[in-house]
């Protein structure tokens, strides 16, 4: 595979996208394709150094830019140049100073899977499927059963407003951009979105689900209100547009679904840290406080981490990277005591 080629075909379809009708004073920032030994930038190569991790923003040389890492010779040109703006949407972020971030270390401890909750999400999910099909008179009552599940469970919707304050914005432009290069892959893709969060079976981990709630979300907002977006905000857009909202809804109608994937989802983070366990190949060992696990589909029993690809720590000053699937033991206090090979 050759990186330049692959830029050069994401630039061409980046090139050719109207940024501000993605997002009112959003513009295209520069980015790179790496892969596990090569590093291509802004037109040309440059050093892999140890910033490139992930498919993210990062502040690089003074700027922020997206990166995206090419493990193999894409399939679908458009959907990755669309994925790539969904990391220059984060570079905007950051350069607007947004602050509106969920606290994703403490959430994993502290995040309670509720099926009451659940299934009000799931409610939700079927009025923005149903308002994006044509009845717009709905909104009102999204609005209402969102305010209800705000005032029932406090904690878990600011958690998942701040997701989707983050990522469902991202994820939301990604769509705009899709649409713009490739139109009938954008109409798949948004199919596929409210296919996604109508599905029970797609709300463990949480976090995942919420990139596409926040971006279905928004699409109802723009079709149905003249709610204004901006990152001057203190609260999630989530939480601001229910000012003023009144609760009419009182029913949460209990989804057996929920508590079936649940289940399922306990037992087997327990499987995947039996077997990590068991195995016992430890790879750290000590008192060392946490940076990062990989949020993306991380889990937790109330011991023990489940984290995917890499894990991120501080030796004394210095950051240092884990990279693998390990099981973590952390303490109260959010210092890593020992990593476990999956």
């Not at 979300?217 to 989530?238: A, D, N």
């Amino acid at each position: 595979m050759n990186l330049q080629q692959e830029y050069d075909r994401v630039k061409e379809c980046i090139d050719a996208i109207d940024f501000n009708a993605l997002w009112e004073g959003f513009h295209p920032f520069r980015f790179a394709l790496y892969n596990d030994t090569e590093c291509f930038f802004d037109g040309k190569y440059i050093e892999k150094t140890e910033e490139f991790h992930a498919n993210t923003s990062i502040f690089y040389n003074g700027e922020n830019i997206a990166i995206w890492k090419l493990s193999e010779e894409p399939t679908d040109i458009d959907s990755l140049a669309a994925s790539i703006v969904h990391e220059m949407f984060h570079a905007y972020q950051n350069d607007c100073g947004e602050k509106r971030y969920p606290d994703e270390r403490r959430a994993l401890f502290e995040y309670h899977y509720s099926t009451e909750n659940l299934s009000a999400k799931l409610q939700e999910a079927e009025l923005m499927r149903t308002i994006l099909e044509g009845n717009e008179k709905e909104f009102s009552e999204l609005l209402s059963i969102r305010k209800l599940r705000k005032r029932l469970f406090p904690r878990q919707y600011d958690y998942e407003a701040r997701v989707e304050q983050i990522e469902g914005t991202a994820n939301y432009v990604e769509l705009l951009a899709l649409m713009q290069i490739a139109p009938e892959k954008g109409k798949l893709r948004l199919l596929k979105m409210l296919d996604d969060i109508t599905n029970a079976g797609k709300y463990f981990p949480i976090r995942i689900i919420s990139y596409t709630i926040g971006a279905v979300f928004l699409c109802c907002i723009k079709k149905c209100s003249s709610f204004v977006l901006s990152f001057s905000g203190e609260r999630p857009f989530s939480d601001e547009i229910l000012d003023d909202v009144p609760v009419t809804s009182s029913e949460i109608i209990i989804n057996p679904e929920i508590d079936m994937h649940l289940t399922a989802y306990n037992e087997e983070t327990e499987r995947l840290i039996n077997t990590a366990l068991s195995k016992g190949e430890i790879c750290l060992k000590g008192n060392y406080p946490l940076v990062s696990l990989n949020i993306w589909d991380a889990r937790w029993n109330g011991k023990y981490a489940i984290s995917n690809y890499f894990v991120a720590y501080l030796d004394g000053e210095q950051p240092k990277f884990l990279n693998g699937n390990f099981v973590v033991e952390i303490d109260n206090n959010l210092n890593i005591l020992k990593v476990y090979r999956q």
